[in-house]
């Protein structure tokens, strides 16, 4: 089983919709969570981060932790055609041996149609 | 200011051969850290390097290894170039206190045929 488990989808959505994207994972000392959105041929580019359990939101999106369920979510509201990528979660365990070593999922691919 | 830089964009290689990678790091940025990502899969970590220091390998074979340079690029080396080795190698970096922000440069596509 893999520590973090992630839909590839592909996920096709009209423009304007709320995308929701999910990530588990099994891995409990896992504290930092990170969104990534990755186009085609790019390197992924970090969206947004938090830490444990709660809530943040930047413009657009908002990520959701739930550690109780080991389940976290990135909403994506008014979607845009630009939004289309594929979309990784990544975490992070503040402690060990490997201090920056993100755990990715698999990614989602996201399509917004006009 | 310039993002992380990766060269080359893309390589090819035949089975056997030897690889070297190189990435700068954002300026001010003193971590470094090396993923390998397959075609459809999301980026599996390899190593991190701190002031010059290994501080993390992932569970890649002895044939993958790095180092980081006193002006903080660093440079990942593949022996024995195998099939499977196919993939985009993405180098990370990361500001002094904060693992969480790692930003990927563009990746180096490497391909074994």
């Known amino acids: 089983q893999k520590e973090v488990e992630q839909d590839p989808g592909p996920l096709s959505v009209p423009e304007g919709a709320i995308v929701s994207l999910n990530c588990t994972y099994s891995?409990?000392?896992?504290?930092?969570f990170m969104w990534y959105r990755q186009y085609s041929r790019k390197g992924p580019e970090l969206l947004m981060y938090?830490?444990?359990?709660g809530n943040k939101e930047d413009g657009r999106f908002t990520a959701q932790v739930d550690k109780s369920s080991k389940y976290i979510s990135l909403f994506i509201r008014d979607s845009q055609p630009s939004d289309s990528a594929t979309y990784l979660c990544?975490?992070?365990?503040?402690?060990?041996?490997?201090?920056?070593?993100?755990?990715f999922g698999q990614g989602t691919i996201l399509t917004v149609h006009p | 200011d310039a993002g992380v830089t990766q060269s080359p964009t893309h390589l090819i290689k035949t089975r056997g051969q030897q690889v070297t990678l190189r990435c700068s790091p954002i300026?001010?940025?003193?971590?470094v850290s090396w993923y390998q990502q397959v075609l459809g899969q999301g980026p599996q970590f390899i190593f991190q390097?701190?002031?010059?220091?290994?501080?993390g390998r992932g569970n890649f074979p002895d044939r993958f290894s790095a180092r980081q340079f006193p002006n903080y690029s660093s440079e990942l080396n593949v022996n024995a170039l195998l099939l499977g080795d196919s993939a985009l190698y993405l180098c990370?970096?990361?500001?002094?206190?904060?693992?969480?922000?790692?930003?990927f440069g563009p990746g180096t596509r490497l391909t074994v045929l």
């Open positions: 891995n409990s000392a896992f504290q930092y």
């Open positions: 990370a970096s990361s500001p002094t206190s904060g693992y969480n922000e790692q930003f």
């Open positions: 300026s001010g940025h003193k971590s």
């Open positions: 390097y701190y002031e010059k220091e290994e501080r």
């Open positions: 938090t830490y444990s359990s």
């Open positions: 990544a975490m992070r365990d503040a402690g060990g041996t490997s201090y920056g070593k993100l755990t």
